[in-house]
Nanobody
Framework: VQLQASGGGLVQAGGSLRLSCAAS????????MGWFRQAPGKEREFVAR???????YYADSVKGRFTISRDNAKNLVYLQMNSLKPEDTAIYYC????????????WGQGTQVTVSS
């Protein structure tokens, strides 16, 4: 599965952005997808994901502000980010789970999100 993230940018605190992840390749539309982020000097961390049953799950730090969604017809996964905070500044990555190992085996190139105070 090949993934390409886009939609990052510079936004003021309290603003919104929508990230997109285009997936291509064999059975890409059936993969469990998620979003992660990495802030400067920090390790990559989980942000949001779909569950195997089609539900969604969020990190506590973004719960109630971020929403993950997908358009299977277009092979797109979105991350709607509202009420952005400076601490949300990071490179955001989309990822796809390997259906056998359940590991996050495919990664996009990342898109920069910068939230100014």
């Amino acid at each position: 599965v090949q993934l390409q993230a886009s939609g990052g940018g510079l936004v003021q605190a309290g603003g919104s952005l929508r990230l997109s992840c285009a997936a291509s390749g064999r059975r890409s539309s059936s993969r469990v997808m998620g979003w992660f982020r990495q802030a400067p000097g920090k390790e990559r961390e989980f942000v949001a994901r779909f569950t195997g049953s089609g539900g969604s799950y969020y990190a506590d730090s973004v719960k109630g502000r971020f929403t993950i969604s997908r358009d299977n017809a277009k092979n797109l996964v979105y991350l709607q980010m509202n009420s952005l905070k400076p601490e949300d500044t990071a490179i955001y990555y989309c990822a796809a789970q390997d259906p056998m190992s359940i590991s996050w085996s495919s990664w996009g190139q990342g898109t920069q999100v910068t939230v100014s105070s």
